[in-house]
């Protein structure tokens, strides 16, 4: 097993985690829909954080060709995982035992307790540029590689401090999150 597989072993669990939590909440409110106030900002939203999550899987592959692995790398990787995992698991809301119709509402969901999706999500880009730079053994050059996630993290940070701004900011960050991944496919 090559140090490449061993790494992604984990992280590889961590964002199928991510992936069966997103699903498992979708069936979820299909399940109880007749409570659900859809609204298409939190969808869109949830869409962009799978996007990420195979993003960063599809990417894992192109590191393949790493052969000397730090612990650093490793950490980083898990925690980027982490992070996306957390973001995931934030996106939508879930209903409660107590039977709280509120709780079910998207945009207040998304304005609210999913604004910790955005955090997470946030956190996740930051691990772009050290991936970019640090592991990678064609770097991307410096200026893209820092300047594409700071565009992401100041749209979650409008998303983050102002609240209501998730239902126009979202779409654009669902156009970050296309452009992303039309350069890392």
Known sequence: MSQHEYVFVAVSIIL??????MLHTVGILIRVHDRVIFHWATALWSLCVMAFVLQFWWVGWGLREVMEWRFIDFLVLIIGSIFIYGAAEMALPVPDDDGDDDELDFIRHSEGFGRLSVLSMLIYLCVGPYVNLAIRLEPSPTGLALLLPAVGIVVMLAMILFPRSFRWLCPVFAS??????????
């Open 16 to 21: 199928g985690l991510a992936i069966t939590r």
């Open 176 to 185: 970050y999150a296309l452009l992303i991944l039309f350069l890392t496919a």
